[in-house]
């Protein structure tokens, strides 16, 4: 069972990866409009990278409502359990 | 009745009147709606019995289905309907008025000058999200109905989320506050004075220029004038529109979308379709674009592509029949899927040359791209298009003349009056752009200011052009 913690470690990871930016830190607060390369343009595909890093899936209502990091975290968590 | 017209004033003020006379809110609901059947019978009765009938359709659909389980062929076979009208209104309305530009003022009595296309799309949207479960039905065919009918917005936008604006509806105010008479009334004055003093004092040479013959652009320099005036006299004329319907929505205490953020300023094309017609593009993002991004998500950047393909040609078919709004949906598709691909080299550049030095450069660079593609957008047909593209590219001939005074915002072949007129709109244009946030704060202040509001009637009055009959652009869509 992944703590919290280590969930926001691991998607921190993938936005590192995903938008090839190392500065990338996430909190909680963190939305698209603090990171430039997340927009809906490349939202989805973040998104199926999540999908698969955690073996979840999401509906494209959970994915569009997102409004922050930390509703992204609550999902995954609820999602793992 | 033309938004922005006397009658619509007339209507407008009447309305009001009556709609404080009562305290019961289905009281004030019903004024609304039977000012809204009574504008909309101005264009001929089918434009009422088809709206009428489309909203019983879709109310009682929704609320059958919801209750006895909403199957998928339910939502195909309603939004089906919905979709058939659209386009059958949409080739009636092309065969009736021809050019949607140069059509005369007859072609207000054709039907669907109207926005029949904006409340399918509230009923498209709204099937759909009943159908997801995202909220459930409206109880009220009264709210539901004026929903689609309300007149400050039915001719073209802003479109509504329908469960949201019958929210609404539940909390009308009982007396008019002056807030909302204060922001209604700045907000409808700026409007009329973005279309009568500014967008209006363009129609000459772009109309001219585009549906002139051969088709009336003389050089390659014409025709970059003819594009750039014609983005910006659509800005002015579109959002001239959208202040008078949210400024008067506010008399009744209705609160509208916002449906631009000042576009001129992008320095994408994705930011300039952000800030561009917000609750049309939200509407594709949110029924078109994500939906087609979700499906093919696996396939990263090709799902994007197809999203962005998708999108944009339904958008373009939603603006026409014509192959000059193909080309028009297709330079968007393009523009967006490089800025997609080169997103990261941008981000890198705007570092490097600092936030101020890249919009120098990227803001006039968005202005160009949208207007060249506004060349297709406004050409009358494929052929008048080519021709003006073969101008724009024939480097010999581009300027009108060698001496710079010839061609400063100047044609070989303009009257003078109307340069003068061209040329203080096109001052105005500048000089309400550089201050548009600011205005805009100002806009939305609630206390009642007898000097702002005088100066902005005597403003309106004194530089107003106001015997064109032109109608508001977006009206043919």
């Given at each position: 069972m992944k703590t919290s913690e280590q969930i926001l470690e691991e998607l921190q990871g993938i936005f590192i990866k995903e938008f090839s930016d190392s500065s990338i830190v996430l909190t909680?607060?963190?939305?698209?409009?603090?990171?430039?390369?997340?927009?809906s343009l490349t939202h989805m595909g973040l998104m199926d990278t999540i999908e698969r890093h955690f073996e979840i899936s999401f509906s494209l209502d959970e994915m569009i409502s997102f409004k922050n990091v930390g509703d992204l975290r609550t999902a995954i968590t609820a999602k793992l359990k | 009745m033309n938004p922005g017209s006397l009658n619509y004033f007339l209507l407008l003020i009447g309305t009001t009147i009556v709609f404080y006379l009562f305290n019961d809110n289905k009281l004030k609901q019903s004024v609304l709606l039977l000012a809204s059947l009574f504008f909309l019978s101005f264009f001929g009765i089918i434009p009422v019995i088809t709206c009428v009938l489309l909203s019983i359709l879709n109310f009682y659909f929704a609320k059958h289905a919801f209750k006895y389980g909403y199957l998928f062929s339910k939502l195909v076979a309603i939004n089906t309907v919905n979709v058939l009208v659209l386009l059958a209104f949409r080739f009636v309305n092309e065969l009736n008025i021809g050019s949607l530009f140069s059509?005369?003022?007859?072609?207000?009595?054709?039907?669907?000058?109207?926005g029949i296309g904006f409340y399918s799309l509230q009923n498209i949207a709204y099937q759909i999200d009943i159908y997801k479960k995202r909220y459930t039905p409206e109880v009220s065919l009264l709210s539901f109905t004026l929903s689609n009918t309300?007149?400050?917005?039915?001719?073209?936008?802003?479109?509504?989320?329908i469960k949201a604006f019958t929210a609404s509806l539940s909390t009308l105010p009982s007396k008019l506050t002056e807030e909302n008479f204060t922001v209604g009334l700045q907000r409808i004055l700026i409007g009329a004075i973005k279309k009568l003093v500014i967008a209006e004092r363009f129609s000459y040479y772009i109309n001219l220029y585009f549906?002139?013959?051969?088709?009336?652009?003389?050089?390659g320099y014409d025709v970059v004038i003819a594009c750039f005036l014609f983005t910006i006299q659509l800005y002015f004329d579109f959002s001239g529109y959208m202040d008078i319907a949210i400024g008067s929505a506010r008399m009744f205490g209705i609160n509208l979308s916002e449906n631009f953020n000042m576009p001129l300023r992008s320095q994408s094309v994705s930011e300039w379709w952000r800030r561009w017609h917000i609750t049309l593009i939200n509407w594709f993002t949110q029924y078109i674009y994500y939906p087609v991004a979700y499906k093919f998500r696996a396939r990263r950047m090709m799902a994007t592509v197809f999203a962005i393909i998708s999108t944009f040609a339904i958008s373009a078919i939603w603006h026409g029949f014509g192959v000059t709004y193909l080309i028009w949906g297709s330079l968007h598709i393009m523009y967006l899927i490089i800025e997609n691909f080169l997103k990261k080299d941008l981000l890198r550049l705007n570092e490097k040359l600092t936030s101020f030095y890249y919009q120098l450069i990227f803001t006039p660079l968005t202005f160009i791209l949208v207007s060249f593609s506004n060349l297709f957008f406004r050409s009358n047909s494929l052929a008048d298009a080519k021709r003006l593209l073969l101008k724009l590219i024939d480097w010999r001939h581009f300027?009108?003349?060698?001496?710079l005074k010839s061609w400063i915002l100047n044609g070989?072949?303009?009257?003078m009056e109307f340069m003068v007129s061209m040329r203080l709109g096109f001052l105005f244009a500048i000089l309400y752009l550089l201050f548009e946030e600011k205005l805009f704060l100002r806009l939305n202040k609630s206390k009642f200011s007898i000097p702002f509001i005088t100066f902005l009637i005597v403003f309106l009055v004194v530089f107003g052009v106001f015997n064109s009959g032109t109608r508001f652009i977006y009206m043919n869509f």
């Open positions: 909680d607060e963190t939305t698209a409009k603090d990171i430039a390369m997340w927009d | 059509a005369p003022l007859i072609g207000e009595q054709f039907i669907v000058a109207l309300f007149f400050t917005r039915v001719s073209s936008g802003p479109i509504l989320n549906d002139g013959i051969d088709p009336g652009a003389k050089t300027f009108p003349d060698i001496s070989v072949d303009w009257k």
